[in-house]
T-cell receptor, first 112, second 112 residues
């Protein structure tokens, strides 16, 4: 089944404790992105990648890192999480520039 | 800067009613527009994608139209059912930063 998977789905952590949210797609897609969704603010792009080893900042990149060492994986790294990073995170992918974007199931992160 | 607006934020209709959800965007230089459905606590499911050169797309009971020059799109749902209850988001893709710019969504409730 074609899909985007994320792990973990739920995470509660404490301020300053490094964490990684994994994202993987099995559709051989070129483009991958990370978004966060917050009440009243909607979905905002954090980082995106157009191909292996090619990443760039989105609208709200502060406090996040990403890497794209393999085409299928695009992990999101929070080196020192803070409470304002409590949010619902989505990974997305698509094949080409103008194609349908597919989203993962989301990761609900709480930083205490 | 592209802005996407969806009004109203919430809508409640009786089962069987035909309904229209509206989406407007400020910059008409879009690549495509995509409608998504989001169930509570879940990921986003793509419903329809309309390329900038197209006027409409249909899938089952759903029909989406695009008027790029006026910066508007509508999602028409025929013969609504309680299972259609969800939040509907529209998003435009301008090609810049490989990102979708989302509206805040319309939460639809279909009463049996």
């Amino acid at each position: 089944e074609a899909q985007v998977t994320q792990n973990p789905r739920y995470l509660i952590t404490v301020t300053g404790k490094k964490l990684t949210v994994t994202c993987s797609q099995n559709m051989n897609h070129e483009y991958m992105s990370w978004y966060r969704q917050d009440p009243g603010l909607g979905l905002r792009q954090i980082y995106y990648s157009m191909n292996v080893e090619v990443t760039d900042k989105g609208d709200v990149p502060e406090g996040y890192k990403v890497s794209r060492k393999e085409k299928r994986n695009f992990p999101l790294i929070l080196e020192s999480p803070s409470p304002n990073q409590t949010s619902l995170y989505f990974c997305a992918s698509r094949l080409l520039q103008g194609d349908t974007q597919y989203f993962g199931p989301g990761t609900r992160l709480t930083v205490l | 800067k592209q802005e996407v607006t969806q009004i109203p934020a919430a809508l409640s209709v009786p089962e069987g009613e035909n309904l229209v959800l509206n989406c407007s965007f400020t910059d008409s230089a879009i690549y495509n527009l995509q409608w998504f459905r989001q169930d509570p606590g879940k990921g986003l499911t793509s419903l329809l994608l309309i390329q900038s050169s197209q006027r409409e797309q249909t899938s089952g009971r759903l029909n989406a139209s695009l008027d790029k020059s006026s910066g508007r799109s509508t999602l028409y749902i025929a013969a609504s059912q309680p299972g259609d209850s969800a939040t509907y988001l529209c998003a435009v893709f301008t090609g810049a930063n490989s990102k979708l710019t989302f509206g805040k969504g319309i939460t639809l409730s279909v009463r049996p």
